[in-house]
T-cell receptor, first 111, second 114 residues
Framework: GQSLEQPSEVTAVEGAIVQINCTYQTSGFYGLSWYQQHDGGAPTFLSYNGLDGLEETGRFSSFLSRSDSYGYLLLQELQMKDSASYFCAVRSNQAGTALIFGKGTTLSVSS | DAGVTQSPTHLIKTRGQQVTLRCSPISGHKSVSWYQQVLGQGPQFIFQYYEKEERGRGNFPDRFSARQFPNYSSELNVNALLLGDSALYLC?????????????FGPGTRLTVL
């Protein structure tokens, strides 16, 4: 089967840096994605890693190590608006671009 | 451009009833996927459709069914509702069937089963 593990909660203060780790198990691997979801909102795409290494998009970066079945999302210069749930996801073996999500990490940013 | 739209936004049903949820993808997107999200969990894959054909199905009972129309909009049907079907139902569209993992999600339909 396919499964992803990520911490359930992370707390940080404004301006800090936080790393959310994700380990996965999947028989066929097509890349690791990250999504952000605010309370009551829709998940929104943050980043995708198809190959090993670091991808940077503004304050957010994502890393992948396929040999370790591991990735992380790095959020820098945290702002209050970054308080949300963050999900790592892999493509399903059962269908094209359908995604299998982790249970999510709730990030709380305080002032 | 309009994003993914879903209707209705909220729905209350009783056990045993049937429900139909609707989704319109982003213009030009031919792939639609449905997900169920229970409070405190990640979205769980239900179905994916591409070019009006079912391309994948998650681990959901046969009470769940879906279809995609020629204009690429989609419906999700759930029969014989159970209390455990209470969840946020998300629709996501993507341009192609394969690719870099980016899907565009709608705001969801909040289903409450009493």
């Amino acid at each position: 089967g396919q499964s992803l593990e990520q911490p359930s909660e992370v707390t940080a203060v404004e301006g800090a840096i936080v790393q959310i780790n994700c380990t996965y198990q999947t028989s066929g691997f097509y890349g690791l994605s990250w999504y952000q979801q605010h309370d009551g909102g829709a998940p929104t795409f943050l980043s995708y890693n198809g190959l090993d290494g670091l991808e940077e998009t503004g304050r957010f970066s994502s890393f992948l190590s396929r040999s370790d079945s591991y990735g992380y999302l790095l959020l820098q210069e945290l702002q209050m608006k970054d308080s949300a749930s963050y999900f790592c996801a892999v493509r399903s073996n059962q269908a094209g671009t359908a995604l299998i999500f982790g249970k999510g990490t709730t990030l709380s940013v305080s002032s | 451009d309009a994003g993914v739209t879903q209707s209705p936004t909220h729905l209350i049903k009783t056990r045993g009833q049937q429900v139909t949820l609707r989704c319109s993808p982003i213009s030009g997107h031919k792939s639609v996927s449905w997900y169920q999200q229970v409070l405190g969990q990640g979205p769980q894959f239900i179905f994916q459709y591409y070019e009006k054909e079912e391309r994948g199905r998650g681990n959901f009972p046969d009470r769940f069914s879906a279809r995609q129309f020629p204009n690429y909009s989609s419906e999700l049907n759930v029969n014989a509702l159970l209390l455990g079907d209470s969840a946020l139902y998300l629709c996501a569209s993507s341009l192609v069937l394969a690719g870099g993992g980016e899907q565009f999600f709608g705001p969801g339909t909040r289903l409450t089963v009493l």
